[in-house]
């Protein structure tokens, strides 16, 4: 299988159509469509997209090698996407992230161990709201 097939074989697994999968990646179904009948090679910046939004494990695009998808866990699936989320300065999320995360830093014990615990009630009523 070419590395063109495996990114055909990636959007059938996610049951996405080119259009959808495309709109992920940025680019239209004619790119995907290109790339998936092998008239168009698969770029690095290509390969790093759907890597990044479909958690695909880059050694089995290129290869075939391994497990299709990264096995994350939950919290491991947390770190990654809010790296990602941190790596854009001009957003207000971002922005917003860095300042809990520096203000939750300059707490002391007892005031990180407040702050989880209203997290936790926050999380607790939540779910009973559902």
Known sequence: MTENERV?????????TMEK????????????SNIEKGH?????????AICREFDVREEWLRTGEGEMFEQLTEQEKIMKYT??????????VASAI???IVTYEQLDDIGKATLEKMALQYIDNFKKSQ
Request: cysteine-free; charged content about 35%.
């Open 8 to 16: 055909k074989k990636v959007r059938t697994e996610l049951g996405m």
């Open 21 to 32: 999968f495309g709109e992920r990646l940025g680019v239209t179904k004619v790119a995907i």
């Open 40 to 48: 168009r090679s698969v770029t690095d910046q290509m390969r790093k």
């Open 83 to 92: 790296g990602l989320l941190l790596k854009d300065k001009d957003s207000a």
């Open 98 to 100: 860095q300042a809990l």
